[in-house]
């Protein structure tokens, strides 16, 4: 069984401050870890993926991300954050090559101070 | 160009009908699924097929029943809508299988459902 934790359901930042959203795993297996974004009344799209090698790992827009297996974490980060940011964002663990489960955490929705 | 499609984008209805939502995906992939996000944003999945096949099945209520009439397409038809149904749906694909390095998901527009 694997299950995601996302800390935080509400972050707030300041226009260019750093943005950190957290995210813990579990699995029982090598996982492969997945950060959506949800912009307003719109569907998912994928910012970035861990499956194997160089642990941090960089997305779309200027997010990154780093895999650490003894913290079971996978925390989202973006230097400087932009208006354009302000989203809901979610965390996802499959359970590696060929698995078809895609479990989320509850999400961490965004918002950018101007 | 779109990859992940999803009709209606809006359907709102009475409780007790019956509704249908439709699903294409042009990208080729053999897998495709079924979401539901609650009000809250939480996303439960809720049917997966592989090649038309069911594959995962988790615990809806049998009112759903999704239908694949081949591998570009998954639609979800909902029995005697309750109040409880209202939320917002999504369509997903990926290539999945013993040979995929890793099972990434497109993601439809979603198709907001309001039972009255």
């Known amino acids: 069984a694997q299950s995601v934790t996302q800390l935080g359901s509400h972050v707030s930042v300041s226009e260019g401050a750093l943005v950190l959203l957290r995210c813990n795993y579990s699995s029982s297996v090598p996982p492969y870890l997945f950060w959506y974004v949800q912009y307003p009344n719109q569907g998912l799209q994928l910012l970035l993926k861990y499956t194997t090698g160089a642990t941090l790992v960089k997305g779309i827009n200027g997010f990154e991300a780093e895999f650490k297996k003894s913290e079971t974490s996978f925390h989202l980060t973006k230097p400087s954050a932009h208006m354009s940011d302000a989203a809901e964002y979610f965390c996802?663990?499959?359970?590696?090559?060929?698995?078809?489960?895609?479990?989320f955490g509850k999400g961490t929705k965004l918002s950018v101070i101007p | 160009d779109t990859a992940v499609s999803q009709t209606p984008k809006y359907l709102v209805t009475q409780m007790g009908n019956d509704k249908s939502i439709k699903c294409e995906q042009n990208?080729?992939?053999?897998?495709m699924y079924w979401y539901k996000q609650d009000s809250k944003k939480f996303l439960k999945i809720m049917f997966s097929?592989?090649?038309?096949?069911?594959?995962i099945n988790e615990t809806v209520p049998n009112r759903f029943s999704p239908k694949s009439p081949d591998k570009a397409h998954l639609n979800l038809h909902i029995n005697s809508l309750e109040l409880g149904d209202s939320a917002v749906y999504f369509c997903a694909s990926s290539q999945g299988g013993s040979a995929t390095l890793y099972n990434e998901q497109f993601f439809g527009p979603g198709t907001r459902l309001t039972v009255l």
């Open positions: 097929y592989n090649n038309k096949e069911l594959i």
């Open positions: 990208l080729g992939h053999d897998t």
């Open positions: 996802a663990v499959s359970s590696g090559a060929g698995s078809y489960q895609l479990t």
